[in-house]
């Protein structure tokens, strides 16, 4: 079946703009992860959605930063006023909630670039 | 909160050879996941391997095997005959079951290369 996939796969940008990154999980997949990958860097956690609603929001770096998923599949991660320090590869995940332990299944990445 | 160290940046292997890879974590929790995830080039995070810290019994994954040493905090990655395919980077992360998001916290990862 299909994967997690992200939109765009690479986005180039100047400092101050607005960019969106869409996330598609798998179908049926209720939790919903985004991360931030910064160069030479594991990937960061920033928020998780269970269905439609943000159930932790603790690793937004601040509030430039705001994601949705008002559907409860497709998520948007939205940037306001870009800075260069935005520049990442941010990934997707997305899990099952029944039962017991679920992996989550990591999309490919947006690269965002900030000049 | 949680941490996830991993002290070696580069790795190299020659093929058919066996690599261990390490990662230590601190946490004061007592129920939690370990993973090994791979990615290569593409970006694709891959799981390789997972280990249930109530488990004594160390997972294995074909040619991949871990050493877990709760005591210790420490969760090391084997890689047996090792394929030109294993090289890429390679995340420890760390998941724990209190607070509910079940987030991951990856570690800084380790560059492998598998030479010919």
């Known amino acids: 079946g299909a994967g997690v996939s992200q939109t765009p796969s690479n986005k180039v940008t100047e400092k101050g703009k607005y960019v969106e990154l869409r996330c598609d999980p798998i179908?049926?997949?209720?939790?919903l992860y985004w991360y931030r990958q910064s160069l030479g860097q594991g990937p960061e956690f920033l928020i998780y959605?269970?269905?439609?609603?943000?159930?932790?929001d603790s690793g937004l770096p601040n509030d430039r930063f705001f994601a949705v998923r008002p559907e409860g599949s497709v998520s948007t991660l939205k940037i306001q006023r870009t800075e260069r320090g935005d520049s990442a590869v941010y990934l997707c995940?997305?899990?099952?909630?029944?039962?017991?332990?679920?992996?989550?299944?990591f999309g490919p990445g947006t690269r965002l670039t900030v000049l | 909160a949680q941490t996830v160290t991993q002290s070696q940046p580069e790795m190299s292997v020659q093929e058919a050879e066996t690599v261990t890879l390490s990662c230590t974590y601190d946490?004061?929790?007592?129920?939690?996941?370990l993973f090994w995830y791979k990615q290569p080039p593409s970006r694709q995070m891959i799981l390789v391997i997972r280990?249930?810290?109530?488990?004594?019994q160390n997972a294995t994954e074909n040619r991949f095997s871990v050493n877990f040493q709760k005591a210790a905090k420490s969760f090391s990655l084997k890689i047996s005959d090792s394929q030109l395919g294993d090289t890429a980077m390679y995340f420890c992360?760390?998941?724990?079951?209190?607070?509910?998001?079940?987030?991951?916290?990856f570690g800084k990862g380790t560059k492998l290369t598998v030479n010919p």
């Open positions: 179908s049926g997949h209720t939790a």
């Open positions: 946490t004061s929790e007592n129920n939690y996941y």
């Open positions: 995940a997305s899990r099952e909630t029944s039962g017991s332990f679920h992996e989550q299944f």
């Open positions: 959605f269970q269905g439609t609603g943000a159930a932790d």
């Open positions: 280990q249930e810290a109530y488990k004594q």
């Open positions: 992360a760390f998941m724990g079951t209190q607070g509910g998001s079940e987030k991951l916290v």
